[in-house]
């Protein structure tokens, strides 16, 4: 049994959620079209949102755009419809990063072993101190499963593995904090006056900085946070990493769709996250994050896991910017 059209407010439905996704310095840089027969959703990356200097192979920006992506399907599922995901379907420019289908019945049971719809509006980034209490293996069992299921690897880090990271990701943003141009483009997507912007990093969701610089949490703005004073971080947080075979534009695509899966259920459990992106952003400590011993890959992300308080909401651009309804021919909701 195929399904009918997707109304106006169904597609804008989709694209609210997809839109609540997270993407470096909050940039947001993704688009959504109807389908043509109004049955699915393509997802364009969008360029003008880039942030070229700090992730000039747009990889960062792709992940992003997987991200929101993931949510897109963990909505059609709440609208009971099945998402069939084409990953870069059209290599031409300027053609969509993924087209997704719902044209059919969503599965009787939830494909991601439960519901992660409630948790889209709940995850938030978390740069404050966590406990020490440890993730149960249960958990992580879970958490790695939900990566391997979309095409990425997670891997926890041993004391040894995080001493390492800790030390390329400290490297990286001293250098990025001794670069002017990096700085400047990173401060520009910060938004510390009134009245509040739709995009970018406002005052709340910056953080203290660790007081035994332990933990190398992103100095958005090369002085401590108008909001807070540095304050003591775990010992030794929990890290894991996100590992792909390939380096290509739809590997990037799968690690976005990756890491949400895994902070959605994670949000479902309590669990809060960050992401560490500092290595990433220059080639030699990127290269450094890979564990000789499991073997070829491309780390993707550093994630930081842990429990603590949740992190505040950041802004979210309208509905109306991110979804061209343009070419839409509404229809009548049953």
Do not use: C, K
């Not at 084409?86 to 019945?105: C, K, M, N, Q, Y």
């Not at 590997?251 to 990756?258: E, F, P």
């Not at 949400?260 to 290595?279: D, F, Y």
């Amino acid at each position: 049994m195929s399904e009918q059209a997707l109304t106006t407010e169904q597609l804008r439905f989709l694209a609210e959620a997809a839109g609540a996704a997270p993407s470096l310095h909050n940039s947001q840089p993704w688009l959504l079209r109807p389908a043509p027969d109004s049955l699915g959703m393509d997802v364009y990356t969008d360029p003008s949102r880039a942030v070229p200097l700090t992730d000039p192979d747009g990889r960062a920006l792709h992940i992003s755009v997987g991200a929101a992506l993931f949510n897109l399907r963990v909505a059609g599922l709440r609208l009971g419809r099945d998402p069939e995901v084409r990953l870069l379907p059209d290599s031409t420019e300027p053609g969509p990063a993924a087209t997704v289908r719902l044209s059919r019945p969503a599965p009787a049971s939830p494909p991601f072993g439960r519901d992660l719809f409630e948790a889209v509006g709940q995850r938030h980034s978390s740069r404050r101190p966590y406990t020490n209490r440890d993730i149960p293996e249960a958990l992580f069992g879970d958490l790695l499963a939900a990566a391997r299921d979309e095409g990425a690897t997670l891997s926890l880090l041993e004391e040894a593995g995080v001493r390492r990271v800790l030390a390329l990701t400290h490297e990286a943003e001293r250098r990025t904090g001794s670069d002017l141009a990096r700085t400047a483009e990173t401060r520009a997507w910060l938004r510390l006056d009134e009245p509040p912007a739709n995009d970018g990093i406002p005052a709340s969701a910056l953080g203290p900085q660790d007081h035994d610089a332990r933990v190398p949490v992103r100095n958005f703005t090369g002085r401590p946070s108008p909001t807070d004073t540095s304050q003591r971080f775990e010992a030794l947080p929990q890290l894991a990493t996100l590992t792909t075979h390939g380096d290509l534009p739809t590997d990037w695509l799968r690690t976005g769709q990756a890491m949400e899966r895994v902070w959605l259920l994670a949000t479902v459990h309590g669990l809060r996250l960050s992401v560490l992106h500092q290595a990433v952003e220059w080639p030699d400590t990127r290269w450094g994050l890979r564990d000789p011993a499991e073997g070829p890959g491309h780390v993707q992300l550093v994630l930081r896991l842990g429990y603590g308080p949740p992190g505040p909401a950041t802004p979210r651009r309208p509905v109306d910017e991110i979804l061209d309804l343009s070419d839409h021919r509404p229809t009548v909701g049953p």
